[in-house]
């Protein structure tokens, strides 16, 4: 399928969000349905937000929205208007102790993947800062290094996935992401114009050792990151046909609950031993998985899951109720 873009209309852009599970946020926003990126691993062509449009995307030229993912890309353009309107008016804002009140800005595509997407994404940074609601931005794009201006406030956090620095195999895994050493790049510029930084290790494959998480994690200590957050690539939805598909010999490792766990444990414990030894145990938030619950000791699933983050919001002043 050739790549198939346009614009789309949504209802309402400010969603309340599950993601608290995870200690990223409250709310999400998400700019666009369907990503350029196109990432292999990538989960969500299997959630509602795209299986419940089956239709609509085969309507608009889209023929497999699973198998196609990375080859569509419908971008909101009218959120920053809609989002000015809704928070005018909105009198409460939920703030779970694990999500703080804190908007995620996507997480069902990349914020900064074309000019056109940062665009709204500039929007929407601009009108959640004029209500002084936090911000999470997580994207693979390099493209925010040109917002700098709006996102080095205290009440936004700039987040890239960066899962290893090798580009080689990212050109496998996340084939149209830009590579690894230039999101670096990019989070160094923002870390020295003195935005707050977060790194995604995230997620990772299972051929990742001791050594690799421990050279990877000094490399991130540079940026000075508030928070670490790490889990392995889960392969077990659509996401593993198309990993199959991209020609990825680990994939087959992992596809089975059994093994995925397996993986899972031992990567797990490699992160934490390779953070003490690096000195970051303490910015480290592990993503566990709820369907870990019998693979691990329930004690330490539960510590995870639900968890706040260390990132400090103190210095803002509290938000409009
Ligand atoms: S950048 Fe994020 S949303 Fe886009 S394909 Fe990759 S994982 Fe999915």
């Known amino acids: 399928m050739s790549i198939v873009k346009g614009v789309e209309k949504i209802v309402n852009p400010l969603q309340q969000s599950a993601l608290n599970k995870k200690g ?92 056109q997407t940062a665009n709204v994404t500039r929007g929407v940074v601009e009108a959640l800062s004029r209500y002084n609601k936090k911000v999470r931005i997580l994207t693979r794009g390099l493209l925010w290094v040109n917002d700098i201006d709006i996102l080095n406030r205290t009440n936004v956090i700039v987040g890239m996935s960066l899962p290893y620095l090798n580009d080689e195999l990212s050109r496998q895994i996340e084939p149209q992401a830009p590579p690894p ?88 414990n490699d992160i934490e031993t390779a953070a003490r030894e690096v000195g970051c145990e303490d910015r480290l938030h592990i993503w566990p998985d709820p369907e870990l619950r019998g693979f691990v000791d329930d004690v330490k699933l539960d510590y995870w899951l639900y968890k706040p983050t260390v990132e400090k919001w103190d210095s803002l002043t509290p938000s409009k109720k």
């Open 181 to 268: 050493s230039q999101r670096y790049k990019a989070m160094l510029t923002g870390h020295k114009a003195g935005c707050r930084m977060y790194v995604a290790v995230a997620p990772t494959p299972p051929n990742m050792t001791l050594d690799d998480f421990k050279r990877h994690l000094e490399k991130i200590m540079c940026i000075n990151p508030e928070v670490i957050f790490w889990e392995p690539i889960n392969a077990r939805g659509s996401n593993g046909k198309r990993m199959i598909a991209a020609g990825l010999d680990f994939t087959d490792s992992i596809r089975h609950k059994k093994s995925w766990a397996e993986c899972f444990k031992r990567q797990w």
């Open 24 to 115: 990223l946020c409250d709310y999400v926003v998400n700019v666009a349905s369907g990503c350029l990126h196109g990432c292999t691993f990538c989960y969500v062509p299997s959630t509602p937000a795209i299986r419940t449009k089956q239709a609509q995307l085969h309507s608009k030229g889209v023929s497999d929205p699973q198998m196609d993912w990375g080859q569509y890309l419908f971008v909101r353009e009218e959120i920053p208007e809609q989002l000015e309107k809704i928070l005018s008016r909105k009198r409460t804002w939920r703030e779970t102790p694990p999500g703080k009140g804190v908007v995620l800005v996507c997480s069902g595509t990349d914020p900064y993947q074309t000019k």
